[in-house]
């Protein structure tokens, strides 16, 4: 829901508007000639972009699109995007927060990895006249609330996406079959709602859930935490991962094992990366939920805020169940 500022328009007398053009003109000239733009000339809103790791391939992939879109619409905003060096760095959020407020930037874009931290410092951006958009990972609703903040959020349906994987490895393996589930980060609400999502379509598939355990996002910590799955569990047959990182690292270590494309594994963001894997048939599937468009409405619609409109609630993209038959 939006409502749109109405602007008024005011008559100037001709000797008033003369006055103005000749303060105008003098301003002008001053300017120049001390070497600094008029402030006119520097009015473009500027915009920053605070993601997750951007060793993550879906964080990459969200800066070039927002890259690109910046670029094409560089005279009508100033744009910068930051990154954390990993999944866990959130005193770089932090910081990156507090950057960019005291640098003046009129609107912040932010995919939180701390849902409840991030509440207060967004909080603090928005007191001080910053209009913030929350994409990809939803604010903790309690927090917002303890921090007076009411933000939208710009993103997919994250439990509905990995149901949507998780009905796929269960149609494919049938009832009965053994499975692992590898989560997100415990901080971040999108790898809370993945795991429900995976867990319902444990139930609903009549699966048999053997473990869950966080890699915290990362490719490395999953190969480890999937190589003990596979010394622990000699019957597993299949493998959801709340996200693509975390499948690389799955199947890297069911590679090591020569269990490749035997057991089962569906992901979460469709990187470049896991699609020959899919192709190859080391994973079954993964879920689109197109992250550079998702940095690109993150930034329309915070030049809407800044414009007059207000949204609140749940602004819901699309996401996508990607399987073989969709690469070709």
Known sequence: ?????????????????????????????????CGVSPAFAASKPKVGLIMKSLSNEFFKQMKAGADKYAAENKDKFDFKAVGMKDERDFASQVDAVENFVTQKYDIIVVAPADSKAMATPLAKAVKAGVKVINIDVPLDADAKKKAGID?????????????????????????GAKVVILEGNPE??????????FVDSVKAGKLELLDSKTAHWETEEANTVMTNFLTKYKD??????????????VVKALDAAGQAGKIKVVGFDNIPPVQPLIKD???????EQYGAQMAVMGIDYGMRELAGEKF?????????????????
């Open 1 to 33: 829901m939006s409502n749109s500022m109405k602007h008024e328009s005011v008559l100037i007398s001709a000797p008033r508007r003369a006055a103005l053009k000749l303060g105008l003109a003098g301003t002008l000239v001053l300017a120049l000639s």
């Open 151 to 175: 933000l939208a959020f710009f993103g997919p349906d994250n439990k509905e996406g990995a149901k949507l994987a998780g009905d796929a490895l269960a149609k494919d393996l049938g009832p």
């Open 188 to 197: 971040a609400d999108n790898a809370k709602e993945r795991k429900e999502g």
């Open 236 to 249: 597993i047959q299949g493998v959801m991962a709340a996200n693509d990182s975390m499948a690389l690292g």
């Open 281 to 287: 048939g080391k994973m079954l599937a993964t879920v």
């Open 312 to 328: 609140t609630g749940w602004v819901k993209t699309d996401v996508k169940l990607v399987t073989k038959a969709d690469l070709k």
